[in-house]
């Protein structure tokens, strides 16, 4: 299990964009949506991706496609 880079909770999301990625528990993740810094080139780090829908919800940002 990989840890979050910020606060060492179970990982979420990998932020490719990043280098070397990091990676960051939901809760981290969460913070930088609302802080308007979201991630949007990620890899979920398992099948269900809750960051989605928090992304989705939380940000102008556009998410991409494929």
């Known amino acids: 299990m990989v840890n979050c880079a910020q606060c060492s909770?179970?990982?979420?999301?990998?932020d490719l964009d990043e280098q070397p990625p990091q990676a960051w528990c939901l809760g981290c993740a969460t913070a930088l949506v609302?802080?308007?810094?979201?991630?949007?080139?990620?890899?979920?780090?398992?099948?269900?991706?809750?960051?989605?829908?928090?992304?989705?919800?939380g940000s102008t940002a556009v998410l991409p496609f494929g």
Do not use: K, Q, S, T
């Open 34 to 57: 609302r802080a308007g810094d979201p991630v949007v080139n990620y890899r979920p780090f398992e099948d269900r991706d809750e960051y989605a829908r928090v992304l989705a919800g």
């Open 9 to 14: 909770a179970p990982a979420a999301i990998e």
